[in-house]
């Protein structure tokens, strides 16, 4: 972290201006190079922004205010100069090269944050939140990313964490004075300690799904047999024409995303291939979409035409909830105004003449609030996922040491070892592939 960095912070393009971050032990004596403003600049005092020219090489470059953050007070914990010019990408790339050539280099993704984590600013479940606070597509995951940035989980996890070493270092020290017959803990309050701290662990594993939701969007599938309204549907639901719609069998043979907001949270709506049998090789390859499409949906709507039958496409429903099993999945009955339904419960729509529509969007809408309304002080990613399943492992296996009555060295030991993993989720302990492979998501410039 010797040399200092650079980057656009703010996306390209052209807006009303542009944010340049320069970072690092010599970004004020960068600044000196290139900034004049007609004010004396305190670079000993933080907090402050600067109005002035960018001159190079003689040359008026751009008008801009410099702020200006002196370490540690500053994001990064080190100096920092944020340089607002005017939004037009041509201009912040000149500015960014001149910083360049005045002894910056160029930002790595998410570099900025990195820093921030190495220099003790923030802890690395923080540093991930701040990229879920930046994608999030719903104002739950925002919600829950700005607490996660606050630290209130790392603060329950820190308390966990200590209450386990506590624990283990109680057991350990009754092996120095086994001799003595003294019991320094409880096995109650040991069994008791395991059992909250699985609970906690396998609470944060089940909000894997709903932090997901919240970060890409709830995902609908809908999949039926040709000619069953799927396209027709589709439309429907975006309240625009987007989906070619034909009698003709086969016309779907990729399938198409498209998305709608409501409330703050995103819904992806997917179209695929009608399914059936067919030796048209295009078909086909749309056909083998829909799989994809349904492992990945939050909810399958399974379309089938009551013109045909009701239990046309039951043997449909079937095969998904049977290979799928965890999946919601939704028969939804289309066509009515051409067939005669009384008394099922199915949900009834006629896509091609709106009836029922709203209904069915209100419904997705619910479900959709409903699978990520449980998050409430962290967004569980991957990462955290494997570490918490691993976790959750040497606690079991501790609970089980306990009950059989095993040595106080093998429960202490798998406790520890939970311990450890723990800490990798705030990156108490870390390694530099993790840090790569986090901090590599990041865009520039964060």
Request: charged share 25%; net charge neutral.
């Amino acid at each position: 972290m010797k040399n200092s960095v650079v980057a656009l912070a703010t996306p390209p393009g052209i807006s009303g201006l542009a944010v340049i971050r320069i970072s690092g032990k010599e970004s004020f004596s960068i600044l000196r190079k290139f900034f004049y403003s007609k004010s004396e600049i305190e670079f000993s005092k933080g907090n402050r922004i600067y109005y002035g020219k960018i001159i190079y090489k003689n040359e008026i470059i751009d008008t801009v205010t410099a702020s200006i953050f002196v370490a540690p007070n500053s994001y990064t914990g080190e100096n920092i100069v944020e340089i607002s010019c005017h939004g037009n990408s041509l201009l912040a790339n000149k500015i960014i090269d001149i910083i360049i050539e005045s002894g910056a280099r160029f930002a790595e993704a998410g570099e900025f944050t990195r820093r921030a984590f190495l220099n003790g600013k923030i802890d690395l479940s923080q540093a991930e939140a701040i990229a879920d606070l930046i994608h999030s597509v719903s104002n739950i995951g925002i919600t829950t990313a700005a607490k996660q940035l606050e630290g209130k989980f790392s603060q329950k996890l820190k308390e966990l964490r200590q209450k386990l070493l506590d624990v283990s270092s109680l057991l350990e020290l009754e092996l120095d004075f086994s001799e003595e017959g003294l019991d320094l803990v409880k096995k109650t309050t040991v069994r008791n300690q395991i059992i909250d701290s699985l609970k906690y662990c396998n609470s944060l594993i089940d909000l894997y799904t709903a932090s997901e939701i919240s970060r890409s969007g709830y995902y609908v599938g809908i999949a039926g047999y040709p000619n069953s309204g799927k396209s027709t549907l589709f439309n429907a639901l975006l309240n625009r024409e987007r989906a070619i719609v034909s009698n003709i069998p086969g016309t779907t043979r990729d399938y198409l995303e498209e998305s709608i907001y409501k409330n703050g949270n995103k819904i992806i709506i997917a179209d695929t291939a009608g399914i059936r049998d067919t030796i048209d090789t295009i078909e086909i390859e749309g056909i083998k979409f829909v799989e994809s499409v349904i492992e990945k949906s939050n909810l399958v709507i399974v379309l089938n035409d009551s013109t045909i039958s009701l239990n046309n496409s039951q043997k449909l429903l079937k095969s998904i909830k049977d290979k799928y099993p965890e999946k919601d999945v939704l028969l939804v009955q289309n066509k009515i105004d051409l067939s005669q339904i009384e008394n099922i419960s199915d949900i009834c729509i006629s896509a091609k003449n709106n009836i029922g529509i709203e209904e069915l969007k209100d419904l997705i809408f619910k479900k959709s609030y409903e699978s990520i309304c449980g998050l409430s002080d962290v967004l569980i990613n991957n990462r955290h996922r494997q570490l918490l399943i691993n976790a959750v492992r040497h606690l079991k296996l501790a609970l089980q040491s306990l009950d059989n009555d095993y040595g106080n060295e093998i429960i202490a030991y798998d406790l520890r070892t939970a311990t450890k993993i723990l800490g990798e989720l705030t990156g108490e302990t870390w390694n530099e592939e993790v840090l790569n492979n986090i901090f590599s998501r990041f865009c520039i410039g964060k």
